[in-house]
């Protein structure tokens, strides 16, 4: 049990930390909140109608975060290796 987003193109159930749908590949990362819609309930459950549906829509009291289009971080060079300390004569 769990969240799960569904596509809007083919309906398949989603876990949320997935970028693009697991069948048909459509961007979920960046769908407009009209087309988001979210899902209480085991993933795939087609016999079993989902125990609740969620749709994304923003209430004034806590308004959703704006999407940023901001590129993801480029990963942190390695350092270099230190150079040995010199011994104490």
């Known amino acids: 049990m769990g969240l799960w987003m569904k596509c809007p193109k083919c309906q398949t159930d989603n876990p949320l930390f997935l970028k693009a749908c697991a069948n048909c590949g459509l ?5 407009p909140l009209e087309k988001r819609v979210y899902v ?3 993933p795939g459950a087609a016999a079993a109608p989902p ?4 749709k994304a829509t ?6 959703l975060p704006a999407a940023t ?7 942190k060079s ?3 290796p230190r150079k040995p300390r010199k011994k104490k004569s």
């Open 69 to 75: 289009s901001e590129t993801p971080a480029a990963p």
């Open 78 to 80: 390695a350092k270099a």
């Open 40 to 42: 209480l309930g085991a």
């Open 58 to 63: 923003p209430t004034p009291e806590s308004p």
């Open 51 to 54: 125990s609740r549906l969620l």
């Open 27 to 31: 961007p979920l990362d960046n769908l």
